[in-house]
């Protein structure tokens, strides 16, 4: 999909905020700093539109990004961060639970780890939480132009052998530098967004 127009619409902590135009989502999810951000701006064509941080963390609402008024992107807080109170994280877990599991315009979720090594243990309980709810799931490799080309096989088997994940469910390598991954990552969205159909 050619990306011209994007609204960040609304940044929602209760059910009551999300939008209304029954319009197919696609949820980001990832530890604090994996890239959602920059997997965001690539995706859309913009440098800094979804806002990236050197801080985890920072993202602590469920931020609808509407495109091209066909979908919406659904930049969900980071998870894994320690430097959030207890009482946060069970409060954000709370938030994205109830957004994951009952919200019907919900397509799939892009979960997020960072290529360059095994995915962590949060990881591998996100994976299987969104495998237990039967949610579409594409793994998407982050940061990979950190690494060697050569080694890319060897380390995304690395990653599905951690997550163990399903035949049925993608992996992706992607780098926000030089794109890698971009255009294989709108298939996916629009596969699952729209059956295939933009």
């Given amino acids: 999909m050619e990306v011209h127009d994007v609204e960040l619409v609304m940044s929602a902590v209760d059910p009551k905020q999300y939008p209304t135009t029954g319009q197919p989502e696609i949820a980001l999810v990832g530890r604090s700093n994996v890239g959602k951000s920059s997997l965001t701006n690539v995706l859309i064509n913009r440098n800094s539109y979804a806002r990236t941080s050197s801080q985890p963390g920072k993202t602590q609402t469920l931020n609808f990004y509407h495109v091209e008024d066909q979908l919406y992107f659904v930049d969900v807080p980071g998870y894994g961060y320690a430097k959030v109170s207890k009482a946060e994280r ?109």
Avoid at 135 to 147: C, G, R, S, Y
């Fill in 90 to 198: 069970e409060k954000w877990g709370q938030m994205i639970e109830t957004y994951l599991t009952s919200r019907e315009t919900l397509r799939g979720v892009i979960s997020l780890v960072d290529g360059r090594h095994a995915p962590t243990q949060d990881d591998q309980q996100m994976y299987t939480w969104l495998s237990y709810y039967d949610i579409p799931t594409l793994v998407v490799a982050t940061k990979m132009d950190k690494i060697a080309g050569a080694k890319w096989n060897k380390q995304l088997s690395v990653v599905k052998k951690t997550l163990e994940m399903k035949s049925q469910d993608d992996l992706l390598a992607f780098s926000a530098q030089t794109k890698v991954g971009k255009d294989e990552v709108w298939q996916w969205i629009e596969a699952h967004a729209f059956g295939g159909k933009a």
